[in-house]
């Protein structure tokens, strides 16, 4: 018992106790926020991978309209449906009802 309370009492444990506590719990970088921006680096990088997708996505569509340099189109029916579902463009004497779920 002597031992015990002779290195708990030892000016260099409390010091490194002391530090140890203040890392872990009070400084501005303290273990609990590390984790938390952990997490939200995971989300980042997940939100990531999605635009990633997205911007393919977008590539294969933008391709799916225009096919050349030259700027010819690819399909026209492609093009005429890709704006009126985007852009919600008609002909004349048409009109357009847009139902939102």
């Known amino acids: 018992m002597n031992k015990v309370t002779k290195v708990i009492t030892n000016k260099y444990f409390i010091a490194s106790f002391l530090f140890a506590a203040w890392i872990l719990f009070f400084d501005q970088n303290d273990w609990m926020t590390q984790k938390e921006r952990q997490k939200e680096l995971e989300d980042t990088k997940e939100n990531i991978g999605y635009l990633h997708q997205e911007i393919d996505r977008m590539y294969a569509e933008k391709n799916a309209l225009i096919t050349n340099a030259t700027g010819q189109l690819n399909d026209p029916a492609m093009l005429e449906k890709y704006a009126r579902e985007h852009y919600r463009m008609k002909l004349d004497g048409e009109d357009v ?4 779920k």
């Open 97 to 100: 009802y847009v139902i939102e």
